[in-house]
């Protein structure tokens, strides 16, 4: 009860569209469509691109090298989604059934609670150059500390407009390994604001403008001049408070769900298996938002993986907990290297369509609303986990695209899927077998 009135006052929202869309999944695609073109305000070209494959063989053969065509992903819209107040639609391409489904339901729960408290930091990433051969280690500390300021003028020289958006090089860090397998080594970290772009060209440039110069200053030899994907000066969080009714079961009290879900988050912090396929599902919504936008999502992957390593044990990105209202209160904070502008995200039709939806102002409120989309696809999976399994939800949408493979003709995919779920057995040579059967009854 005391959460249903709380819910009632925090359900206000910044501006005046919903992210709530009853029914969508019902709707023909091409219905669907039109929907999200009057939310986003889409123009017909950009509906278009919705419509047809966005990435011609034309545009592909630009993007990379010995392009032989394009490669095709599911895109979907996940509902529900109200993030400091805003409502989002989000954007997400992946090929594994449920995820869309799966994270909309959750971002509903998270919404019944007032949605996501999000927050950033700066874009900063981080660059490494690597120093060797290097005379005496204390004297090339001691350079490049006395000389910092003349290196971070130099570490901007290529970039005016990101300096020009008040980003560029913000600090340099002198990092000595003395003991490495081909002896000492001095690592220099440069930090560098990208602004809205992810940057690592920005980045990868500055360090190349900068090397010689700390050859120079510490009389060693510098070979590795890359950015670092443990990108954890710059890093999203997402929080949320779900109220225990919003996760009652039938056969369970919503408080029981919450310690339930408690339980598989602990299970994650002390066991680097366990933890392993926690942060896989978080990563599954995040991916899924990158590739729609076009960002790297193979940099963002890095960067969560490294950073749940960083006291030396590899674990959750996630804590979950009953608060002392008996609510659930979750958290997750992650290294997030998105940008809006440069790379893919101009360049691929659909990604500038996906932006377009999205409707996000900056790298950084890019970067929350991924880690709110992390947050809530990790709460969809252990909150089914821990009550009826993950089979039940996603073997039925499984099911449809075992079905699919058998080569079932669309006006008996759902029907070969239903009987497969019903059946208990999900397998494609069942769907042939199915498939034959009603074939011939058809013929018969
Ligand atoms: C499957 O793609 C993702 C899950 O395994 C995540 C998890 O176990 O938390 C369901």
Redesign the pocket.
């Known amino acids: 009860m005391k959460s249903t009135s709380r819910n009632k006052h925090k359900e206000k929202q910044v501006g005046s569209k919903s992210s709530r869309l009853p029914g969508f999944y019902k709707r023909p695609l091409a219905e669907r469509i039109q929907i999200i073109a009057d939310w986003a305000g889409l123009d017909s070209d950009e509906a278009a691109v919705l419509n047809e494959q966005g990435l011609t063989n034309e545009l592909a053969d630009k993007m990379i090298e010995n392009t032989l065509g394009t490669f095709a992903l599911p895109l979907g819209v996940a509902a529900n989604f109200q993030i400091n107040g805003r409502d989002y639609l989000i954007p997400m391409a992946v090929e594994?059934p449920s995820v869309v489904a799966a994270v909309s339901n959750a971002a509903k729960k998270i919404r019944a609670g007032g949605g996501f408290q999000t927050s950033a930091t700066d874009p900063v990433m981080i660059g490494q150059i690597q120093v060797l051969d290097i005379p005496d280690m204390d004297a090339a500390i001691a350079a490049i500390e006395a000389n910092k300021a003349s290196l971070l003028e130099t570490a901007n020289c290529c970039d005016k407009v990101i300096v020009s958006l008040g980003g560029g090089a913000q600090d340099i860090v002198a990092r000595p390994f003395p003991n490495t397998p081909v002896g000492p080594m001095l690592i220099v970290h440069l930090h560098f604001d990208t602004r809205d772009a992810m940057g690592a060209n920005a980045i990868n440039t500055a360090l190349e403008s900068l090397a010689p110069k700390i050859a120079d200053l510490t009389n060693g030899r510098t070979s590795l001049r890359i950015l670092s994907n443990l990108a954890d000066q710059r890093t999203a969080t997402a929080r949320c408070t779900i109220p225990a009714d919003q996760l009652a079961t039938k056969d369970r009290s919503g408080q029981e769900v919450a310690k339930l879900i408690e339980e598989a988050n602990a299970f994650a912090i002390v066991d680097p298996y366990r933890a392993a396929?926690?942060n896989?599902?978080i990563m599954?919504g995040i991916d899924a938002v990158c590739i729609a936008t076009g960002n790297d999502w193979r940099a963002v992957e890095a960067g969560a993986h490294a950073f749940a390593a960083r006291d030396g044990r590899y674990q959750s990105l996630t804590d979950w907990h009953v608060d002392e209202n008996g609510d659930l209160y979750g958290e997750i904070t992650l290294p997030m290297a998105v940008g809006m502008v440069g790379g893919a995200t101009k360049v691929h039709p659909t990604a500038r369509v996906a932006m377009k939806i999205l409707d996000v102002n900056s790298a950084p409120e890019l970067a929350q609303v991924m880690a709110a989309v992390g947050l809530a696809q990790?709460l969809a999976?252990?909150n089914a986990?821990a009550t009826v399994g993950?089979q039940k939800g996603h073997m039925a949408l499984h099911a449809r695209q075992v079905a699919m493979a058998a080569g079932a003709p669309e006006e008996l995919i759902q029907q070969v899927a239903d009987q497969l779920v019903s059946e208990r057995r999900i397998h494609v040579d069942r769907a042939a077998q199915l498939l034959d059967e009603m074939k011939k009854n058809v013929i018969e």
């Open positions: 594994e396929t926690h896989k599902g599954n990790n999976a252990i986990l993950i």
